[in-house]
């Protein structure tokens, strides 16, 4: 069955373990991280100036879709800018992939898929 959810009047939640600023709208969620099976999709909401301050690692994939708004990427050691990412970039990180710490300027809103 089809399922239509308009994204920006959805409740966007902060779970335990988000950095401040930082939000979710979870669309679709069956990836079983105990079984290494299914899939996730979610929507992932920077306020402007929000950021996270470690690298990341999992062992499952994510493809990334910058919807709009800006992403930085930031030097894990000192959390300074190497890259400025805009609306449009696409990222694909394979399981045990190391990414981030990332912070944005304006805001933005990212689409990810996460899958085993």
């Known amino acids: 069955m089809e399922k239509i959810i308009d994204v920006p009047s959805q409740d966007w939640l ?6 401040p600023g930082i939000e979710q709208v979870i669309v679709n969620n069956t990836l079983d991280e105990v079984n290494k099976a299914g899939i996730r999709t979610r929507f992932v909401r920077f306020s402007p100036g929000a950021r996270t301050t470690k690298k990341f690692i999992h062992d499952y994939h994510e493809e990334v879709f910058l919807v709009e708004g800006d ?17 449009g970039k696409f990222f694909t990180r394979p399981a045990g992939t190391f990414h981030g710490p990332f912070s944005s300027e304006k805001g933005c809103v990212l689409l990810e898929v996460h899958y085993y």
């Open 71 to 87: 992403q930085i990427l930031l030097d894990d050691s000192n959390l300074q800018q190497l890259e400025q990412y805009h609306q």
């Open 14 to 19: 902060a779970p335990e373990g988000f950095d």
